[in-house]
């Protein structure tokens, strides 16, 4: 598998500065979500590069990869506007040669009603896709409708072709599911994977609190052990959410302590 980490992590870095601590701790793979504290990346692409050809160029120099990037748009409840918002990240998207484009389910945890709407928004890109020639995928996070494990399970079944970004600590916690189980259901549609830690303390936003990889709750040896008897080969990417959380430790603590712990 790829190790990866998320720049929701570091929002506050540019691209050289997150490319080099990947770099530094010898992850070959990053995940953008946010950079220079945007999280409108085409915007600041055409800022500092020009162009999608120049910004694939000074990448071709790196050595660490832009593997994926998230976007903002759901699969349920969007609109033209987000529509028009996810694909301006398509000419970045394909001339950097990522792997996915992430999108999110939409909708509430146990409510299935918006399937049918997410099903709706996917055959809106994939006849676009066809139509334009683009080779970059969608990966949908398991992140609100899709954190239950029965309305995975449904969603799974109407669209057993889709790509999903696995967040296995939000079907654990949101969920209710052991990530080795949660696993064997998804293991062929896997892609991208995101990890973290927590432990059962409330916090301000939710009912558990963030800590550094390696001092909660989360299962991850369960998890590394049935990734591994699978030859799972995708993403494996940390998703430390301080853009959305500033009481965290910065990045590189949490990486140190992932490190340290061997806990992936």
Request: proline content about 6%.
């Given at each position: 598998m790829r190790r990866a980490f998320s720049t929701l992590g570091c929002a506050e870095l540019a691209l050289e500065d997150v490319l080099a601590l990947a770099a530094r701790h010898g992850i070959p793979c990053v995940e953008l979500r946010a950079l220079e504290g945007a999280v409108e990346l085409p915007g600041l692409f055409e800022r500092r590069y020009g162009s999608p050809e120049r910004l694939a160029a000074r990448l071709a120099e790196?050595?660490?990869?832009?593997?994926?990037?998230?976007?903002?748009?759901?699969?349920i409840g969007n609109g033209p506007g987000d529509r028009d918002a996810f694909l301006r990240f398509l000419?970045?998207?394909?001339?950097?040669?990522?792997?996915?484009?992430?999108?999110?389910?939409?909708?509430?945890?146990?409510?299935?009603?918006g399937l049918e709407e997410a099903r709706e928004t996917l055959?809106?890109?994939?006849?676009l896709?066809?139509?334009?020639?683009?080779?970059?995928?969608?990966?949908?996070?398991?992140?609100?409708?899709?954190?239950?494990?029965?309305?995975?399970?449904?969603?799974?079944?109407m669209e057993p072709g889709c790509l999903i970004l696995w967040d296995s600590h939000h079907t654990w916690r949101k969920g209710g599911a052991h990530p080795v189980e949660a696993w064997r259901m998804l293991r062929s549609h896997v892609a991208h994977i995101h990890v973290k830690d927590s432990v059962s303390r409330p916090s301000e936003r939710f009912g558990y609190s963030y800590v550094l990889p390696g001092e909660g709750e989360f299962p991850m040896e369960a998890l590394m052990a049935a990734l591994r008897a699978d030859g799972y080969a995708g993403l494996l990417s940390l998703e430390w959410e301080r853009l959305w959380h500033q009481d965290l430790p910065d990045l590189e603590s949490a990486l140190r302590s992932a490190e340290r712990k061997h806990w992936w």
């Open positions: 790196a050595p660490v990869r832009v593997a994926a990037i998230g976007t903002s748009l759901r699969l000419p970045w998207a394909e001339a950097m040669g990522v792997d996915s484009l992430r999108v999110f389910d939409g909708g509430r945890i146990g409510d299935p009603a055959s809106w890109w994939r006849h896709r066809r139509e334009r020639g683009w080779h970059v995928e969608i990966a949908v996070e398991t992140h609100d409708a899709l954190a239950d494990p029965a309305t995975l399970r449904r969603f799974l079944e």
